[in-house]
Every structure is written in C-alpha cells, then in structure tokens.
C-alpha cells in the first residue's frame, strides 16, 4: 500500500498562499523529483484549477525555465485524481474524478498506488487529517514571514505529533522538513 503525503510550500508563519515565498530552480527541482517518486497526484478542485491554469502552458512553451519546464511536462504526464463535489469535467490530461465516501475512496487509491499519492491541496490535506489518512508530510519552509493566510490546518483539532524523518536546507535557505506519523 502506497503512503499519502502531504506536501507543500509554507512560509515561516504557516501562510500556504502560492505567491509568496522563493521559487527558484532548486525548489523546482526537488518538486519534480519529489513527483517523481510518487505514483499520481492528489488535488481538490480549487488547487486543480490553479495548477490546470499554468502548468500544461508551461510545458507547451519552449521558452519556460528549463526546471520549470520540466516540472510541467512531468506533471502533464502524472495520474492526477480531483476531489469535487462541483467540476464533473477534466480536460487536462491523465487527470480523474474521485467520487463517493472520501476516506473509502482515498484507502482504494492508495491501495492501487504502491509509489505513493502526493496531495498539495491546503482544505483537502485538512480533510484528509481529520480523517487520519494522511502518513507523511513534506514542507518546503521558505525563509519569508508573509503576515497573512490562508495558513496550514487552522483550526484543526486534535493536534498530531510527527516525527522528523529528514531535514535539507536549499541553496536560497529553504528548509526541506520530512515528517511521518509516529
């Protein structure tokens, strides 16, 4: 059975607001192997239509970054499953709907999946804490206090105690956290 992990790009004061924070080729780099070694992606509806957005443009275009570039192609190519009650349509390739009972339907994928699932939705990974479905979190802690939200888990109860599996630092001081459930 695959793990599901929760991995995402956070400031130092929790903000998981995509625009802030460092974007550089490292981080790239280590996202795209971090995909690598999964077996799909996991995303609810808003995170999907954000990525949908930019990414399949960013691998069309031959004047991207080089790791960006990449990262796209990569992520064109990946199994992509939605959580939505609303979006029933994905044209974006190898991208499914996740239907029915959430924790009977995350449990069938990971079972399907043994490299893993990654999930870099802020609201779903919420969901799927209260749950208890989620085993490992990886957390690009960027050098930056952004002074505002959306922030991680708020309002999550009861609190989770992870042990730390890894620890890297990246070039522009990003920290690169691995946790598992204890």
């Not at 280590?30 to 509806?45: E, N, Q």
């Not at 996740?98 to 995350?106: P, Q, V």
């Not at 893993?116 to 490992?136: C, N, T, Y």
Request: proline share 5%.
């Amino acid at each position: 059975m695959g793990l599901l992990t929760f991995a995402l790009n956070v400031t130092l004061d929790g903000c998981c607001d995509h625009r802030v924070g460092i974007v550089d080729d490292a981080m790239h780099r280590y996202w795209t192997r971090l995909m690598d070694s999964t077996g799909a992606m996991l995303f609810g509806r808003t995170t999907y239509e954000m990525m949908e957005e930019a990414w399949p443009q960013v691998a069309r275009d031959p004047k991207a970054d080089p790791a960006s570039r990449s990262w796209a192609k990569k992520l064109n190519a990946k199994p992509k499953y939605v959580v939505s009650k609303k979006r029933r349509d994905y044209p974006w390739e190898n991208t499914h709907h996740i239907e029915g009972d959430l924790t009977r339907a995350i449990k069938r994928l990971k079972k399907a999946i043994p490299r893993g699932v990654m999930v870099g939705s802020p609201k779903l990974s919420a969901a799927l804490q209260r749950l208890d479905l989620i085993d490992e979190y990886i957390f690009l802690v960027h050098p930056v206090i952004a002074g505002h939200g959306p922030y991680l888990f708020c309002g999550l109860k009861p609190s989770r105690h992870l042990k730390l599996v890894t620890a890297k630092r990246l070039k522009s001081g990003i920290m690169v956290l691995r946790y598992r459930r204890r």
